[in-house]
Structures are given as structure tokens and as C-alpha cells.
């Protein structure tokens, strides 16, 4: 059964500071790993998908990476800033099933 | 603008009644799916549907039923089994590997339950 694990829980930093937030599963058979980010109360907005043959993506300031061997992808975010401020969440997508498998997420804190 | 809809945002309830959760999208995706949404915990999959007229139960499917008669709608129906219903619902869509996709999924805003 996949295991998803986001560590730390939370995060504060300052603002413009680069961050990484890591993301590890326990099976490598995945199809894809995607990020979100959640703001209070609200949906999940898809940042970045990475398909399994790809090793990163990168949209405006953000980046995230794959390492299947190592069961392990990064969110790399640059300058950050205060409207950063959501958590985030990771999730992959195994091959034989049709449904992703989440993290709990790191709540990201950005102090202006 | 293309997206999913969900309504309504916030719904109170009594024990002991059904309630139905809406979820509308206008993205032409195939696939749809219910994720309920706990404090502390990961998203759990409630239902999912890659076609109309048939859907899979995920790892939570007590206590909840939904239907899939037209692509673009997926009710979901919280009954009085469920022992536990108040949490924060939300409802997914995407274009399936199957179908050419990626697999990527796109969210709705999300129902907040209570039951009093």
C-alpha cells in the first residue's frame, strides 16, 4: 500500500528566502506525482504534475523534482513571499489503481 | 470559465438525515472522484467514476452513495449511516490515463458539513 510522507508538518520563514518542502512515498511503481496548494477553507489548486519519466518541472518560481529510486520529489520555491502562505500538498498517482494517494501536507508560513 | 462547481459551500444538518453534495464540471473530463478532508489528516477517496453510469468505491465508501448519469455531474450522498459526516468534502475531476491524460486533477471549492 503507497505511504505518503510531507515532513516538517509546518514551516516559517522569512520573506524572499528560497525553500524546499520534501515529499517521500513508499512505492516507486507511480504514474505521476502532483503538488497543490491549499489556502484555509478552500480546494486544492494543481501546481505542478511530474510524470514518472520526467525528473522536474518548473512553473514561474516554483520548482519540483523526482527521484523514483529514492521514493522521494522536492517543491523547490524561490523569493519567497507572504501570498506563499497555504499548505501544501503532494500526492502520487501508482500504475494498476486510478487514484492518487496524499500526503498530510506542510503548512507553510511566509512572515513579511 | 471552465471548472468544477461545487455547492452547496456550507451545509448544516440534523443526525440521522441524508444529505447531497453537488459537484458540476465543465471541463469535458472523464473522470470524477470524492475526497473527504479531515483536520490533521490526508485526503481519503470516498467514490470515484472513469465513465457515466459506473463508479468504484475508494477506501471510505461506508455510509456514502453517488450516482453518475451524465459526464459532467457527480452527486454525492452522505446518509445517516455514516457515523462521522461532519468534514470538509471535496470533488475532482480529470482526464484519465486511459484517454490520453495525464492523470492531473483539478479540484472544486469544497463543501463544509456539519451535522448538529
Known amino acids: 500500500k503507497q505511504e505518503v510522507t510531507q515532513i516538517p508538518a509546518a514551516l516559517s520563514v522569512p520573506e524572499g528566502e528560497n525553500l524546499v518542502l520534501n515529499c517521500s512515498f513508499t512505492d516507486s511503481a507511480i504514474y505521476n506525482l502532483q503538488w497543490f496548494r491549499q489556502d484555509p477553507g478552500k480546494g486544492l489548486t494543481s501546481l505542478l504534475l511530474i510524470q514518472s519519466s520526467q525528473r522536474e518541472q518548473t512553473s514561474g518560481r516554483l520548482n519540483a523534482s523526482l527521484d523514483k529510486s529514492s521514493g522521494r520529489s522536492t517543491l523547490y520555491i524561490a523569493a519567497s513571499q507572504p501570498g506563499d502562505s497555504a499548505t501544501y500538498l503532494c500526492a502520487v498517482f501508482n500504475f494498476g489503481n486510478e487514484k492518487l494517494t496524499f500526503g498530510t501536507g506542510t503548512r507553510l508560513t511566509i512572515i513579511p | 470559465d471552465g471548472g468544477i462547481t461545487q455547492s452547496p459551500k456550507y451545509l448544516f444538518r440534523k443526525e440521522g438525515q441524508n444529505v447531497t453534495l453537488s459537484c458540476e464540471q465543465n471541463l469535458n473530463h472523464d473522470a470524477m472522484y470524492w475526497y473527504r478532508q479531515d483536520p490533521g489528516q490526508g485526503l481519503r477517496l470516498i467514490y470515484y467514476?472513469?465513465?457515466?453510469?459506473?463508479?468504484q468505491k475508494g477506501d471510505i465508501a461506508e455510509g456514502y452513495s453517488v450516482s453518475r448519469e451524465k459526464k459532467e455531474s457527480f452527486p454525492l450522498t452522505v446518509t445517516s449511516a455514516q457515523k462521522n459526516p461532519t468534514a470538509f468534502y471535496l470533488c475532482a475531476s480529470s482526464v484519465t490515463k486511459g484517454q490520453g491524460g495525464t492523470g492531473e486533477l483539478f479540484f472544486g471549492e469544497g463543501s463544509r458539513l456539519t451535522v448538529l
Open positions: 467514476s472513469q465513465i457515466v453510469n459506473d463508479f
